[in-house]
């Protein structure tokens, strides 16, 4: 086992992290950027190097940087996190060449899984059923239009290099989509310097289900069942359940069969999940994330594991502990993410928190770096904070819900938690009927009511 682990991260996820490692006896380096100076992770880890100047791209996307802190602590093993370098390939490269453990999977299982056409091949081609949609990138226009005739419309057309929910423009009509090829086109360079697209259909009234696979590396893999993510704003996840109220034990465990024969096929090591759209009973594989995601806890709470000290465990070569037939979901667990934006618009609200109180009880977690006094940075995303909640059914999870985040205090900024008392009123939350489309419509809906 290892006995240093550096965290290339900050936030929530990285005291995670430096819980999971507390728990396992391993001393911790966190590396902040100076903005971060008085970050928690940098007072909860055992060491800290300061990495660099607030910008990401400085600090902590900095290679460089993150390496010499590695090197400098004598740290044998990094986290990523999320988000940052945790699916960059070339940063897993360098750190192979550099003889430090990356804790997640292969740099070749990352960059087959982060080129979106690669890896629904590579799905297609291990069984695991696609998105129908073109084979491979689409240069042009004109060919554009000829496939998206062939499947019929809407089409959605993707950035290869995707993520975050940009570079994807829907095409309602043949009309539509000079407008949404060259958009897409744009926003896929400018956000990812790469302007290659893909069309798929788009589904009208798809839920996101994602199942967690969990692989030894060694040709063994499981599935942890799966989380319904389709509460989202702007392609972008709100509120999360396990499990999710329209899949039933069998489909569960065909689905995650499927997933998790599928990467132990390619000797997958490590956490990851893997995205569908579900649809009249079907599903359809969008894209694999090759990390640990923001809402893990609530398979955790579900299933009553740690993914952090499994990653952990098997990234030092030992032995997986999952075996699929002790893995059965128990009771019902939701997440809501808190982010520090001012609500009707979603601003970002940096600033300063004077007051701060954490929700707690049976069944309830909060996961969140922040603390009385400390100054939310403008330089990062604005998560402080995700809620979860575990109870036996889906029903008195909800009333958990609701309990939890009336004890929530967090002064000096705004927060989306008023966003979450509102939808735990709705019939269509309370009941579990909503699409991934629900949400931006009865957000129009709120604000044209004001
Ligand atoms: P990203 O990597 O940017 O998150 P994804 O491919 O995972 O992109 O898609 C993110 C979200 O976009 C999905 O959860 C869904 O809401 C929407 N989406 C993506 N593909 C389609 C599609 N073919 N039809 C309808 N909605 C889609």
């Known amino acids: 086992m290892f006995s240093k682990i550096l965290i290339a991260n900050r936030g929530e996820i990285a005291l995670r992290v430096i819980r999971a490692c507390r728990e396992m006896g391993i001393s911790t380096v966190a590396v902040h950027s100076t903005a971060d100076a008085d970050a928690m992770h940098v007072r909860l880890a055992d060491e800290s190097v300061c990495i660099g100047p607030p910008a990401g791209v400085q600090s902590y996307l900095n290679v460089a940087n993150v390496i010499s802190a590695c090197e400098v602590t004598g740290a044998e093993a990094i986290h990523p996190g999320y988000g940052f370098l945790s699916e960059n390939a070339a940063f897993v490269q360098a750190l192979e060449d550099h003889g430090i453990t990356f804790i997640g999977p292969t740099s070749e299982h990352i960059s087959t899984m982060g080129d979106k056409i690669t890896a629904k091949d590579t799905m297609k081609k291990l069984g695991v059923p696609c998105v129908p949609g073109s084979d491979g990138g689409v240069p042009t226009v004109e060919e554009a239009r000829v496939i998206a005739a062939d499947m019929g419309y809407p089409v959605i057309i993707k950035a290869t290099a995707g993520g975050g929910g940009r570079g994807m423009k829907l095409a309602r009509t043949a009309d539509d989509l000079d407008a949404a090829f060259s958009g897409a086109r744009t926003e896929a360079k400018a956000a990812f310097g790469n302007d290659e697209v893909y069309i798929e259909k ?249």
């Open 202 to 450: 788009y589904l009208e009234k798809p839920r996101h289900i994602e199942v967690q696979v969990f692989g030894d590396g060694k040709g063994r893999a499981v599935h942890l069942g799966e989380r319904d993510c389709s509460l989202q704003r702007r392609h972008q996840k709100v509120l999360e359940e396990a499990p999710s109220p329209v899949i039933d034990a069998e489909t569960r465990a065909r689905i995650g069969k499927t997933c998790a024969d599928a990467v132990a096929k390619i000797n997958y090591i490590g956490a990851g999940t893997i995205e569908f759209l579900f649809e009249d009973n079907e599903f359809y594989f969008i894209e694999m994330n090759t990390r640990l995601q923001v809402e893990h806890p609530v398979t955790e709470a579900v299933f009553d594991v740690d993914l952090v000290q499994e990653q952990i465990r098997v990234a030092a070569g030992e032995e997986m502990q999952f075996h699929q037939e002790d893995l059965t979901p128990n009771g019902h667990s939701i997440e809501v993410r808190i982010n520090a934006e001012k609500l009707p618009e979603f601003r970002p609200s940096p600033g300063t928190i004077t007051a701060y109180h954490a929700p707690g009880g049976l069944g309830v977690r909060m996961d969140s770096a922040i603390y009385q006094g400390y100054r939310i940075p403008p330089y990062y995303d604005s998560l402080i904070g995700k809620l979860i909640v575990h109870a036996e059914t889906r029903e008195t999870a909800l009333a958990r819900l609701s309990r939890a985040l009336s004890e929530l205090i967090v002064d000096g900024v705004d927060t989306t938690t008023p966003l979450f008392e509102a939808l735990l009123e709705e019939p269509d939350i309370q009941t579990g009927n909503y699409t991934i489309h629900w949400l931006e419509r009865w957000l129009e809906g709120q604000t044209a009511g004001d």
